[in-house]
C-alpha cells in the first residue's frame, strides 16, 4: 500500500537551476496539494488541483509551476530556483473537498 | 491577523499528566476540523477529525466551539510518544482552503 510518495526524499541545487519535485498517489484521490513548510510559518499553500488539468494557486505560487496530466501525479517545478525556496516540501491528498489530507513524506530542498 | 492561531508552546508535561491546548479560527465559514501531529518535520499525520459535538479517540479529546471560534484538543494520561508538534487544520468546503496552524508543540518528560 505506496499511498502517497515523494521524490526526491532530499535535494541540492544551485541558484538559477530547474528542479522538479515528483508527487504520486495510489488513491486516486481528486484533489492534490503542494506545501511548503519552514520554520516560523507552518505549512503553506502552494499550488492544489482538484482533477486532472484542474490546478490554481495558492498561498505562495511565485516561481513554481505545477502541471497535472493523470490523476496520480501531481508534479512540482522551481523554474529558477532561488535560495529562498530553500524548505520542505509536502505533497498532500485528499479525496473530497473538506476530507482530511495525507501527506507525503516530504522532499527536503536545499538551494546554494 | 493569522487566519488560524496557536500556542506554539512548547507544553511541558509529565508523564500521565492531561494537557488541553486550543486554536483560534477567524473564518465563521469554516466548516471541516481536523488535528494533525507532526514529529520532527516528518509528513503531518491525522490525530482526529473534530466534530461540533466533540469527539473523542482513546486519550484524545477534541471539543469545536463555533461561537467563540476555536477548537481544543486534550490528552490524557501522557505518554512520552505523545511528543510532538500538533497542528491545528480548518477548511471551509472550498477546495483549496485548507488552513493550518503553525503548531503546538508538546514535551512529554519522564
Known amino acids: 500500500d505506496a499511498g502517497i510518495t515523494q521524490s526526491p526524499r532530499y535535494k541540492i541545487t544551485e541558484t538559477g537551476r530547474q528542479v522538479t519535485l515528483m508527487c504520486h498517489q495510489t488513491w486516486s484521490h481528486s484533489y492534490m496539494f503542494w506545501y511548503r513548510q519552514d520554520l516560523g510559518h507552518g505549512l503553506r499553500l502552494i499550488y492544489y488541483?482538484?482533477?486532472?488539468?484542474?490546478?490554481d494557486k495558492g498561498e505562495v505560487p511565485d516561481g513554481y509551476v505545477v502541471s497535472r496530466s493523470k490523476t496520480e501525479n501531481f508534479p512540482l517545478t522551481l523554474e529558477s530556483a532561488t535560495r529562498s525556496q530553500t524548505s520542505v516540501y509536502f505533497c498532500?491528498?485528499?479525496?473530497?473537498?473538506?476530507?482530511?489530507?495525507?501527506f507525503g513524506p516530504g522532499t527536503r530542498l536545499t538551494v546554494l | 491577523r493569522k487566519e488560524v492561531e496557536q500556542d506554539p508552546g512548547p507544553f511541558n508535561v509529565p508523564e500521565g499528566a492531561t494537557v488541553a491546548f486550543n486554536c483560534t479560527y477567524s473564518?465563521?465559514?469554516?466548516?471541516?476540523f481536523f488535528w494533525y501531529r507532526q514529529d520532527c518535520r516528518k509528513e503531518p499525520k491525522l490525530l482526529m477529525s473534530?466534530?461540533?459535538s466533540g469527539n473523542e479517540d482513546g486519550r484524545f479529546t477534541a471539543q469545536l466551539n463555533r461561537a467563540s471560534q476555536y477548537i481544543s484538543l486534550l490528552i490524557r494520561d501522557s505518554k512520552l510518544s505523545d511528543s510532538a508538534t500538533y497542528l491545528c487544520?480548518?477548511?471551509?468546503?472550498?477546495?483549496?482552503?485548507?488552513?493550518f496552524g503553525a503548531g503546538t508543540q508538546v514535551v512529554v518528560t519522564p
Open positions: 473534530v466534530y461540533s
Open positions: 473564518n465563521s465559514a469554516s466548516q471541516s
Open positions: 488541483s482538484a482533477a486532472a488539468d484542474i490546478t
Open positions: 498532500a491528498s485528499s479525496g473530497d473537498v473538506g476530507n482530511e489530507q495525507f
Open positions: 487544520v480548518v477548511n471551509n468546503y472550498s477546495w483549496g482552503k485548507f488552513q
